[in-house]
């Protein structure tokens, strides 16, 4: 993009924006998963002219600010004292100021000036163009005397520009703003252009912020929200690329990982959210520290935000109170907001030769987590299906060109194609000098900005190779591979005689038409004993190859883990909700049967749904004499003429009058929401939905909601909000990259056997198996119990009375593991000693009891949750019932045994937790 005469573009940002591209996950709905971290640039186009200098200086600016804000008055006043890094020889420097902030003060005279010219001025923002046009920016100049590089300026003014409208939910997945300073919160960001902006250099600052009563503020570095003066007080700690301001009447919760101090801050204080937030964060920095290198700053924060936002900032993330609450994010996009302070917020980006970041942080995190989840080719298959759906006809571009996710071609490419390459180069230079080429890019580039060509020459130089063509296929291009495989020859080997080894031959090819990338193909050749593996180096139109294999032959797959990144056939994954949605040009039938409210409220939600890149055009099923084969087709009603003719029952569905059943799962009809998706009967490539609400309150949610379910076939909704209940993807089995060489009418083959590498890197424990099993602590005078062991696993014993009457027994591992898919929740097992008279134990146990032991059994396991997550405690799968201690003692004793078992628990909590801190 270098080279280009005048840009638009004053501002770029890196953090990240969550968009909800494939799930939201409902309190009834499966596991989800919550993508499209988007970094955002902003172009503030001012009377048609870039924002430009006559004099710009040059180097480091630093500030030096203090700040008072007034949340009722939504007024900002700030004073800054900034040392110019590099004087200019005539002492002349050029600023940009929120045209909301008037200067009061200053020293030497700052004036203000017109902005004209055609230098670009290259600032940081974090919002898109409309956002960045609100602020209006006015640019200033001053003189400094000579040999002085001091800049003081005194400045305020009212900070109050609302929220984006909400179509922006849709289009970009997060609401935005220039800047807000209320009751509610205050966000100030570098789009809000909030102190004075020099240049594109980065910066480092100190704040000190004057507070409201109950207010913490955060900002990036090290500091204190809020001290015993009622003061904030932040110091950058080294450089940045923009100055955030955050907060509002928040509750803080505090712990540390190592030398770095953890943050929860929430609007209401949850001591059991922040515990498993601040565990996670523990976690999370430590498995980073092993993989790339030190956390490079003092601190992380969890900060709770006043809207629904999913943003990384050096040293802290900014969610919405939706968000942090969905039980899916501690465990998919959190490491992605934390593994942004290496990745962004300490190496940082040259915009100008591409964004590699969120590509990098996308498969360091989001792709990591589910690779060791043992999900990682399933990742991999939703993100070329994205790539698919919403890159069509001219939304290509080569991934130098990348700077921020604006849409859901441009994360389809900028984050998808990007962490494919990363993963193509690992496996082509192998895990472990993949781990030595990322640590050395960060030692080597922190606190620098960094393109995808210093990525190159540090892998080049770890390896030893040269990856020039790679970088220029799979960097500089557009495009993707589009592959095709035949077989030539199955034969035996001569030379193993009869019963010998069998040769199976055939060609891969690349069939896009354009030019070949250089690839390695994985073909697997599935037998009746297992699977021969053979990888495929296609760097022209195309390469034959031949695979030996001990036994029977079965099956040919080319790529059936997805490692390479290319186009897929639509016939590689069921037909989705984003295909449809990945349309430009869609047809939408409406059931002409309905009433005329009804048909009011399916116009409004296909006319929510368009945008420049998706038009829908609306008829009724009347009008519509035969389905267009070149675009997709919303079905609308239940009562359309065209439903029945496209969604019958077969194949895993049966659609009833009153109920639908998929793969074995039941919904009724009334009171839902139904939308199903199939394959375009007259084009493979295209998809038709059908759509079926109910109530009629229920459509506005649907028009919020559908499009973030992208890679799923079918869906089931309830309510009025409504709350997803049911959904799934159909089962593809037509790939034109298996061969079946057993012939025409087979059963279907078993699936191949799980991929048995290893995951880039292990999410580790928070404590160690065996220091936690072989300590001894002491409760009320009784040592906790160790069982014998069951094969790897350790069941340990707490003994929570004075007698080993009530005993809780969990399995060490797990706790002690990281969570996988192949895992079983932890078990939680109560037990007493056996009863010589259980008549008179049937007799006299007390009605509280259970509950009060589980009421300790609860506090023990939040104690423990807080050092290492164990999922919700209400998922905690109980193996067996309560009971009190028998003996034969009167009623009000036994409360008093329970009574010391909740006693017991509580000094379990404080003793356990003190020798983990200590650990």
């Not at 017109?114 to 409309?130: K, S």
């Not at 040293?315 to 959190?334: K, M």
């Not at 905690?876 to 008093?896: D, H, K, N, Q, Y």
Request: glycine share 8%.
């Amino acid at each position: 993009m270098s080279g280009t005469p005048v840009r638009r573009r004053v501002c770029r940002v890196r953090y990240n924006s969550w968009m909800a591209s494939e799930t939201v996950r409902s309190s009834r709905g499966r596991r989800g998963v919550w993508r499209s971290r988007s970094a955002v640039v902003a172009c503030l186009v001012l009377a048609g002219a870039a924002v430009a200098f006559a004099a710009p200086i040059d180097g480091r600016v630093t500030h030096a600010m203090r700040v008072t804000i007034d949340p009722a008055t939504h007024t900002l006043v700030v004073t800054d004292t900034m040392q110019v890094a590099a004087r200019p020889a005539d002492g002349v420097v050029d600023f940009v100021l929120s045209g909301a902030l008037r200067v009061t003060r200053s020293a030497p005279l700052v004036r203000e000036i017109p902005i004209a010219g055609a230098a670009t001025f290259f600032g940081i923002n974090g919002t898109g163009e409309g956002t960045g046009r609100q602020v209006g920016v006015k640019r200033y100049r001053a003189t400094l005397p000579p040999g002085q590089a001091t800049l003081m300026v005194s400045y305020e003014g009212v900070v109050d520009f609302g929220l984006s409208d909400k179509k922006e939910e849709y289009t970009r997945g997060f609401r935005e703003t220039a800047g807000i300073l209320g009751p509610e919160g205050v966000y100030l960001a570098g789009s809000s252009f909030w102190y004075p902006a020099f240049n594109r250099d980065l910066i480092d600052f100190t704040l000190d912020v004057q507070l409201p009563k109950g207010w913490h503020v955060v900002s990036q570095g090290n500091g204190t929200s809020r001290d015993e003066r009622g003061r904030a007080r932040w110091d950058s700690g080294g450089e940045m690329d923009e100055i955030y301001l955050v907060g509002g009447p928040l509750q803080v919760s505090r712990d540390t990982a190592g030398s770095v101090e953890t943050l929860v801050y929430l609007h209401d204080r949850d001591e059991a959210l922040a515990g498993k937030y601040l565990a996670a964060t523990s976690q999370y920095l430590e498995m980073y520290r092993q993989l790339i290198g030190p956390y490079p700053y003092r601190k992380f924060a969890l900060v709770e935000n006043f809207w629904e936002t999913g943003y990384g900032m050096p040293t802290f993330t900014l969610l919405g109170r939706e968000i942090l609450r969905f039980p899916f994010i501690i465990n998919s996009s959190y490491p992605h907001e934390i593994l942004h302070n290496w990745w962004g917020n300490s190496v940082f980006v040259d915009y100008e030769s591409g964004n590699w970041c969120e590509g990098l942080t996308a498969y360091l995190a989001d792709h990591l987590i589910q690779e060791q989840r043992g999900a990682g080719d399933e990742y991999r298959r939703s993100t070329l299906q994205k790539y698919r759906d919403y890159v069509k006809e001219g939304r290509d571009f080569p991934l130098t060109a990348f700077r921020s996710r604006e849409s859901a071609s441009t994360e389809a490419v900028g984050y998808g194609k990007a962490l494919m390459a990363f993963h193509m180069l690992r496996l082509s230079v192998g895990d472990d000098t993949f781990r030595k080429a990322i640590a050395r890019f960060y030692r080597d580039f922190k606190g620098k900005r960094a393109s995808f060509t210093d990525f190159q020459k540090t892998i080049e130089a770890v390896s030893g190779r040269d990856f020039s063509r790679f970088f220029r296929d799979w960097i500089g291009r557009p495009g993707a591979p589009v592959l095709a495989v035949s077989v030539t020859a199955v034969r035996r080997d001569p030379a193993d005689g009869v019963a010998g080894r069998v040769i199976v031959e055939g060609v891969v090819r690349q069939t896009q038409g354009a030019e070949p990338f250089s690839i390695d193909v994985p073909v697997v050749v599935q037998t009746s004993k297992g699977v021969v593996r053979q990888v495929v180096r296609l760097e022209s139109a195309e390469q034959r190859f031949s695979i030996a294999t001990p036994d029977a032959p079965l099956m040919v797959h080319v790529d059936p883990r997805f490692d390479v990144f290319r186009k897929l056939d639509a016939r590689e994954t069921p037909p989705s909700i984003g295909q449809i949605f990945g349309e430009p040009r869609v047809l939408a039938v409406l059931p002409s049967a309905a009433s005329s409210a009804e048909l009011q409220a399916w116009r409004a939600l296909f006319k929510g749904w368009q945008s420049d890149s998706h038009q829908v055009e609306i008829k009724l099923d009347t009008e519509v004499a035969e389905l267009p084969r070149d675009r997709a087709v919303w079905i609308a009603g239940r009562a359309n003429r065209w439903a029945a003719r496209v969604f019958s029952s077969g194949g895993g569905l049966t659609l009833g009058e009153s109920a639908i059943e998929v793969d074995g799962e039941k919904m009724p009809l009334a009171g839902h929401t139904l939308v199903l998706t199939s394959r375009h009967p007259q084009n493979v490539e295209k998809a038709i939905g059908y759509l079926a609400v109910d109530p009629v309150a229920a459509f506005p949610g649907l028009g919020r909601k559908l499009p973030h379910y992208g890679k799923y076939s079918y869906l089931g909704f309830e309510g009025d909000e409504p709350v997803n209940v049911l959904k799934g993807q159909w089962q593809e089995s037509d790939s034109p990259l298996r061969v079946d060489l057993r012939g025409r009418g087979q059963a279907p083959l078993s699936p191949l056997p799980p991929d048995a590498r290893k995951a880039l890197a292990e999410l580790p424990p928070v404590f160690s198996q065996k220091t936690t099993a072989s300590r001894r602590m002491y409760l009320s005078g009784s040592s906790i119990a160790t069982s014998n062991s069951l094969s790897v696993l350790v069941p340990v014993g707490f003994v929570l009375s004075d007698r080993p009457a009530i005993v809780i027994v969990f399995t060490a591992s797990s706790f002690l593991s990281p969570p996988s898919a192949s895992r079983a929740p932890a078990r939680i097992a109560f037990t007493s000693p056996p009863c010589a008279n259980t008549s008179a134990c049937a007799a006299t146990k007390p009605a509280h009891a259970s509950s009060r032991i589980l009421l300790a059994i609860r506090v023990v396991l939040r104690m423990l949750s807080s050092v290492h997550p164990i999922g919700s405690l209400d998922s905690v799968g109980l193996a067996a019932s309560a009971r009190v201690p028998c003996r034969p003692t009167t009623a009000g004793t036994r409360e008093a045994d329970v009574d010391r078992a909740d006693a017991a628990a509580g000094g379990l909590c404080r003793r356990l937790g003190a020798r983990v801190r200590q650990t």
